[in-house]
């Protein structure tokens, strides 16, 4: 379990929030599968929710701000120290911004950006709310990582904006993203088996104490499966919708709770 009331570091993911039609119906559904505590903003919020467990923060609930026709999906966020130096680096670096910097209220300033192989993913300059709350405890964010078709672009990318270093794991175009000689998520190509014209995406990873269980319960409250279940190294996955379609993973938690 880690705790955490300050700042993470840059470019670790420091949030993750989904964007949905309806966000009620998005409650109701995180509220019965990992039991938070979801807390509606006022309307200077523009519709948002946050998410607590324990009542610490582990997440967002937001209204779609883009095209109707986007789908529903996970969104993570890069820790920064400064969002508007880090929007500079990821233009510099071939990217493009897609909203903001801007600033959130005094909760901090956000940035959403499209990186070199088409991935999105956001920035959070942590003020009032340094960034989440809770991770690796079940029913809260315990990996996140990056899959993509090109993964020399997408390793040079992210290594010219937040200075990663790579662990690179053998016989895998895979490798572990680390700042500060700590791992903060994963980077690597999708595999044969991933069915042309996947998108470049970053990935959210819930962790749970029990995965056949908590995929069961995301079927039962109208999510869909994604993926077969599987086992890993880290534990048993299984990749899963929500009710309105957004796609996420459980795995098996290595701390629980």
């Known amino acids: 379990m880690v705790t955490r009331d300050t700042r993470w570091p840059a470019g670790a993911p420091c949030w993750v929030d989904v964007s949905v039609d309806d966000v009620p119906k998005a409650i109701a559904f995180y509220q019965a599968l990992f039991g938070w505590d979801v807390q509606a903003g006022g309307p200077e919020a523009g519709g948002y929710a946050t998410a607590y467990l324990r009542g610490r923060i582990v997440a967002g609930i937001r209204p779609k701000s883009g095209a ?9 966020y890069l820790a920064t120290d400064d969002a508007d130096a880090t929007a500079d680096a ?6 493009r911004l897609a909203q903001g910097p801007a600033d959130v209220m005094d909760e901090g300033r956000s940035a959403l950006a499209i990186d070199t192989t088409g991935a999105l993913f956001g920035l959070w300059q942590g003020g009032k709310t340094a960034g989440l709350g809770l991770a690796n405890e ?5 990996w996140n990582e990056h899959l993509s078709w090109d993964y020399d672009a997408a390793r040079d990318f992210y290594a010219a ?10 016989g895998f175009h895979y490798a572990m993203l680390t700042v500060g000689g700590r791992e ?7 595999t044969e088996a991933t069915p042309a014209g996947t998108p470049a995406a970053w990935s959210t990873y819930f962790a749970v104490e029990n995965t056949d269980a908590a995929v069961a319960t995301a079927v039962e409250l109208g999510g869909g499966i994604v993926q077969p279940l599987r086992d890993s190294p880290y534990g048993r996955i299984g990749v899963v919708t929500d009710n309105q379609g957004a796609v996420f993973s459980l795995i ?6």
Do not use: C, N
């Not at 079940?138 to 315990?142: C, H, N, Q």
């Open 68 to 76: 109707p026709h986007a789908p529903s999906a996970w969104t993570v």
């Open 90 to 95: 990821i233009k510099a670096a071939g990217g």
């Open 138 to 142: 079940a029913g809260s964010l315990t």
């Open 161 to 170: 904006v937040f200075g990663y270093e790579f662990q690179d794991m053998s």
């Open 184 to 190: 903060v998520g994963g980077i690597g190509r999708h």
């Open 252 to 257: 098996t938690s290595p701390h629980p709770g």
